[in-house]
């Protein structure tokens, strides 16, 4: 089974917002909440060694994803044909389990409708072959999407042309997080919690 997700390659991204804003548009997201969200990491270091980051944070799609495991209704799951984590809007009793479960903070509630939301890898666009939103509008081209399993995909090949010291995840506290973050030690220490 495929395990799409996103590699964001930080050693080209100019942190300009543009995925933040792009999601926002895409997916009709209200003010305040944000399904993609650009988080500063830094200044880390002594001067004059100091690194400063952007870090685009979104769902991991996490291969054992906490917030299905905590949902009393089944609403947070697992879509059995493109393996991404999901949210029924229909089955969602607003009780934010799954907001709690999330150990990196990427599911909002949308006070209009009383339900929980979160990146959908943007499943209208893929489903008729177009790339998410913030992958299209990535001015820096440091997004990539695609099936960590298949070899010629283009998160495989992004991550192929680097050495593993420089290839990250956010903390995996056991879910196992399939985004993948790729900043070079030439660049800076990474800190794997944001």
């Not at 949902?71 to 999901?86: F, H, K, M, Q, W």
Request: net charge negative; aromatic share 8%; proline share 6%.
């Amino acid at each position: 089974m495929a395990r799409n997700c996103i590699v964001v390659n930080l050693d080209r991204c100019t942190g300009c917002y543009g995925c933040e804003v792009a999601c926002k548009m895409e997916n009709d997201i209200a003010l305040g909440e944000y399904w993609n969200k650009v988080v500063e990491v830094g200044p880390i270091g002594d001067y004059p060694d100091i690194t400063r980051y952007k870090v685009p944070s979104m769902c991991q799609q996490c291969e054992d994803a906490p917030c299905v495991h905590v949902c009393p209704t089944g609403a947070s799951y697992r879509d059995p044909e493109t393996n991404i984590v999901l949210v029924d809007r229909e089955k969602c009793i607003g009780c934010k389990y799954c907001m709690m479960a999330c150990p990196y903070g990427v599911r909002n509630w949308n006070a209009e409708t009383k339900t929980v939301e979160k990146c959908t890898l943007c499943g209208h666009l893929t489903a008729q072959g177009e790339l998410p939103a913030c992958v299209k509008s990535c001015a820096a081209g440091a997004r990539f999407y695609g099936d960590l399993d298949d070899p010629d995909s283009d998160v495989s090949k992004e991550l192929a042309r680097y050495d593993a010291d420089a290839i990250h995840t956010l903390e995996d506290v056991g879910n196992h997080p399939a985004t993948h973050y790729i900043w070079s030690p030439k660049h800076g220490e990474w800190k794997e919690r944001i």
